[in-house]
């Protein structure tokens, strides 16, 4: 198995293992701006699940902040980095590789999870709630931008030309 060509797939899932939606709205917004994923990616292509990513990514980005918030690694945040790393690790994974792809995002999400919780928790005791919230939104966001943005291709045009 050639790790190597892999790597998007286990870089999207870092990134869902700080925030779950990311993944899916970088996706949605790859599909937005016309790109193609190597692995199958169905589900993007119909306009409420694209654009309900997309919201839900940035929804996620806002109540991060709130006191309310629950910590990533409750029940129903696992659920959700298992489920979005596995579909964005799936949709990066070449052709033919997409399960391969799904497993390991989600083998790098789940337990990096823990590792960014606690890393958030740290910066929150430092510099607060809302304060590192945005930073490691930034970071996030732009880790899961460049990531789908090197691993995507423009569609080809109706004369098979990119």
Avoid: C, H, W
Avoid at 84 to 106: H, N, T, Y
Avoid at 119 to 136: C, H, V
């Amino acid at each position: 198995m050639n790790t190597r060509s892999l790597i998007s797939s286990t870089l999207i899932g870092a990134v869902a293992s700080a925030r779950s939606m990311t993944p899916m709205a970088t996706l949605a917004a790859a599909r937005l701006a016309q790109r193609q994923t190597s692995g199958e990616l169905v589900l993007l292509d119909r306009p409420v699940f694209k654009y309900g990513a997309l919201a839900m990514g940035l929804g996620e980005l806002a109540g991060d902040k709130m006191k309310s918030a629950p910590d990533r690694t409750v029940f129903l945040g696992l659920l959700a980095r298992v489920l979005s790393a596995g579909i964005a690790g799936a949709a990066l994974a070449p052709k033919g590789r997409e399960q391969a792809g799904a497993v390991v995002a989600v083998a790098t999400a789940v337990p990096l999870a823990y590792a960014t919780l606690a890393a958030r928790k740290r910066a929150m005791a430092q510099i607060g709630q809302t304060r590192s919230g945005l930073i490691e939104d930034a970071l996030i966001v732009i880790a899961g931008a460049a990531v789908v943005a090197l691993s995507t291709r423009p569609e080809r045009t109706a004369l098979g030309s990119e």
